[in-house]
């Protein structure tokens, strides 16, 4: 059974960081592309990031390039979002996705989903 469990979230100010973390089982880790989407209140479910099973292609939204970034380790089996300078538009329910054919913006594209954790910042 897949399980895709992510922690970190939390409440913080503007202009702080965060670390995201998904602990991903059930699954041939190195198979799969690994991202991250999110959705605030009253919006559609949006892609953040995303990174190829390798490691070696990242992908981001254009509002996140620059303050986030998107990392794995194969031997933890886990995905890390690094998120830094936030702001209050940044606020959402951030969920762990994994395909095994490969990165996609789109939320349908994706098998596996985490339950999402609550990323709230303040002004």
């Known amino acids: 059974q897949v399980q895709l469990v992510e922690s970190g979230g939390g409440l913080v100010q503007a202009g702080d960081s965060l670390r995201l973390s998904c602990a991903a089982s059930g699954l041939p880790f190195s198979r799969y592309a690994l991202g991250w989407f999110r959705q605030a209140p009253g919006k559609e479910r949006e892609f953040v990031a995303a990174?190829?099973?390798?490691?070696?292609?990242?992908y981001y939204q254009d509002l996140v390039k620059g303050r986030f970034s998107i990392s794995r380790d194969s031997a933890k089996n886990t995905v890390t979002l690094q998120m830094n300078s936030l702001k209050p538009e940044d606020t959402a329910v951030y969920y762990c996705?994994?395909?095994?054919?490969?990165?996609?913006?789109?939320?349908?594209?994706?098998?596996?989903w985490g339950q999402g954790t609550q990323v709230t910042v303040s002004s």
């Open positions: 996705v994994a395909d095994a054919r490969g990165w996609s913006e789109y939320a349908s594209r994706y098998d596996y």
């Open positions: 990174i190829s099973s390798t490691g070696n292609g990242k």
